[in-house]
């Protein structure tokens, strides 16, 4: 890939015609929404991620990255910025299987998918299977099983005596052939946004052209009937640019959520092993109540989803990251959002054994007037019970903006936030004093 062929640009910032990019480009990019027009030609970026239509490359990086680091950068000097955010994309990707928060798809998804089935299989080979037969010249099953081995295809399993050919016939031979020559493709596309998959290019020689491989996948696939060769050609095939669709090809979001959320994730120092201490619902169901009624029984149930948690200090912080427009739209976390902070200061100081609460709240995405400021807190959510003749204060929430361009910079940078958040919680001097 030429980086001339490469358009790098930042959500919300517009696409214009100095841009080179063709009608039927922009026409997919309309199709897709992930750009909407604003004047004559004039269109505005709305995704995070990765996009090639047709030979352009378009990345689209999180608002917050400033024009300034773009300007002051070569591509070589915004490829560690793009990997970063397309490892936190993939992350999310893993965790929103079947939901619309990720979209991955053509050849960049069938590059990542190739590689990593590759790293988990190795190349594709054939096995002889044998079978036990018996006097009457059926196969002995029992004996068949007590014998050989199981072996897993896809979801499923069989016995097979495991023996490798040892001079693969003209058919394997092809499939192993044309699946280095996609393997040699798939690293390149994948290296331009990725550095988490090391192959070595001397086990993916292959000197057959792009015809010669289109040609061998399509006389291959359709005899083929195990599972894993069907996968793999029809990876192949998207890498051809034979499936229907596979003229757009993309890794992106459009949910600035899940970026926040990884983003402050890293700059906190998120803490998973203290995020699993999360008590798990238990259903103490009575079974006999339950046929009775005909009431389908949970045994258990799943474990709060805490968004940041860590400590600092000998003290313990917990906090859910919310990307609401407070400021443009006022708009402010539910009830049920505000209950659940209460929930996990309460839930973790007993499961830990605290003496005082966590220091839990809300950190929203904010563009600070002051460019000093990273992170401040705005208000306190306070809980109240009132009686006659007293009122008890059982807790306060507090809630901070934080600087989207400071918090973004720490993200691409391996930076941390610790000691701004410990300025505004009143527990250290400024360090910027």
């Not at 968004?307 to 739209?329: G, T």
């Not at 499961?351 to 460019?371: A, K």
């Not at 009686?387 to 930076?415: C, H, M, R």
Request: net charge negative; hydrophobic share 35%; charged share 25%.
């Amino acid at each position: 890939m030429d980086y001339k062929d490469i358009l790098i640009k930042v959500d919300g910032l517009s696409i214009q015609p100095e841009d080179k990019l063709d009608d039927s480009q922009i026409n997919i990019l309309l199709t897709h929404k992930l750009i909407t027009q604003s004047v004559d030609l004039i269109y505005k970026v709305s995704f995070v991620g990765c996009i090639e239509v047709k030979g352009r490359v378009i990345i689209s990086l999180p608002y917050g990255v400033s024009i300034n680091q773009l300007s002051r950068l070569s591509f070589l000097g915004l490829r560690s910025y793009i990997i970063k955010i397309i490892e936190c994309i993939r992350i999310f990707e893993r965790h929103f299987i079947g939901e619309n928060e990720i979209v991955s798809s053509g050849k960049i998804a069938a590059s990542f998918s190739l590689i990593e089935d590759f790293e988990e299989n190795g190349f594709i080979t054939k096995f002889i299977k044998e079978n036990s037969i018996n006097g009457t010249g059926s196969i002995d099953w029992k004996r068949t099983i007590k014998k050989f081995q199981p072996f897993k295809i896809s979801d499923s399993w069989v016995h097979k005596n495991l023996v490798t050919r040892s001079n693969t016939n003209h058919e394997n031979h092809e499939l192993i052939l044309v699946q280095k020559w996609a393997l040699n493709q798939a690293t390149k596309y994948s290296s331009l946004l990725s550095d988490e998959h090391q192959i070595l290019e001397d086990e993916l020689e292959c000197n057959l052209s792009r015809d010669e491989v289109t040609e061998i996948v399509m006389r291959l696939y359709p005899k083929s009937n195990k599972d894993r060769e069907i996968y793999v050609l029809d990876l192949i095939l998207q890498l051809l640019d034979e499936q229907e669709g596979t003229e757009f090809s993309a890794i992106y979001t459009k949910s600035f959520n899940l970026i926040w959320e990884e983003t402050l994730q890293q700059v906190l120092g998120h803490n998973q092993k203290l995020k699993d201490k999360a008590p798990r619902v238990m259903w103490n169901d009575d079974h006999s109540v339950n046929e009775e009624l005909e009431i389908k029984s949970k045994p258990t149930g799943s474990a709060p989803q805490v968004d940041i948690i860590f400590e600092n200090e000998d003290r313990l912080y917990i906090f859910d990251a919310k990307y609401y427009d407070i400021i443009n739209n006022g708009n402010r976390p539910g009830l049920t959002d505000l209950y659940k902070q209460f929930y996990y200061g309460e839930a973790f100081k007993a499961i830990l054994g605290l003496s005082d609460l966590p220091e839990n709240g809300l950190i929203f995405p904010c563009y600070m007037p002051n460019q000093n400021d990273y992170l401040v807190k705005f208000t306190d959510v306070e809980y109240l019970v009132r009686g006659e003749g007293y009122l008890n204060k059982i807790t306060k929430i507090p809630a901070y903006v934080a600087s989207i361009e400071k918090t973004i910079d720490a993200f691409l940078f391996g930076q941390s936030l610790k000691k701004y958040l410990l300025v505004v919680t009143g527990r250290t001097v400024n360090p910027l004093s």
